[in-house]
């Protein structure tokens, strides 16, 4: 039955998206809330060598001078009106209350000055933000996206630069979630139907390539 189903797999979702000319690096909630073991969004070791991975690909984009643009989910109070129905259902959002230690950057994710700090309230990094316009202005043909949680926010912002136009590449050792199964499901299918899931050695070549003005 497996063999089976790769095989239909192959024969259906196939395809590659490659990469664009002009990629922008989004960095998608490393927040510390998870990586924090009394806070309910705590994800353990897939999510420290998620964030381990993020910075050394965040590192090559500044040296290759690609656009880097970080995440944040961040709420005013804890009403949690600005989350809607998000904030409804999923209870430990209340990490993200402006304030709390939970909602700051993790540690090692000092914003630069050069870098774009996009606010959200929504899993998907382009719902009810400006970072689908501003990238359309900047000439960005290609969004690779890291971060967490693998299953939730960036599926999520997969499948929206996806629907906005944007080739959308996916780095799976730089993107974590709190359970395996999860995580590989949903890289699984991102590959499948919205993007290209790629390792952190194939996006340090590519972007060392743009570097020295490959192809």
């Not at 993790?106 to 914003?111: E, Y």
């Not at 080739?167 to 890289?187: E, F, K, Q, Y």
């Amino acid at each position: 039955m497996t063999d089976d189903l790769t095989d239909n797999y192959a024969r259906a979702y196939g395809g590659s998206a490659g990469f664009g000319a002009r990629p922008a690096l989004v960095l998608v909630d490393f927040a510390q809330g998870y990586f924090d073991p009394d806070c309910p969004l705590y994800g353990g070791e897939g999510c420290r060598t998620a964030l381990a991975s993020a910075l050394r690909i965040r590192a090559a984009a500044h040296a290759a001078r690609l656009p880097v643009i970080l995440t944040e989910v961040s709420y005013p109070d804890d009403t949690g009106l600005t989350g809607g129905r998000f904030w409804q259902k999923a209870k430990p959002l209340s990490a993200f209350i402006k304030g709390r230690s939970t909602a700051a950057f993790a540690d090692g994710l000092v914003p630069q000055d050069n870098e774009v700090i996009v606010t959200k309230h929504y899993p998907s990094a382009f719902f009810g933000t400006s970072l689908a316009p501003m990238l359309t202005a900047m000439g960005i043909d290609n969004v690779i996206l890291a971060g967490l949680t693998t299953s939730g926010c960036i599926r999520a912002s997969c499948v929206d630069a996806m629907s906005h136009g944007f080739i959308t590449t996916v780095v799976s050792d730089a993107c974590g979630d709190r359970h395996p199964g999860p995580h590989d499901a949903n890289l699984f299918d991102m590959n499948a139907k919205y993007a290209d899931v790629v390792s952190e050695e194939t996006i340090l070549a590519h972007i060392a390539s743009l570097r020295s003005g490959g192809n």
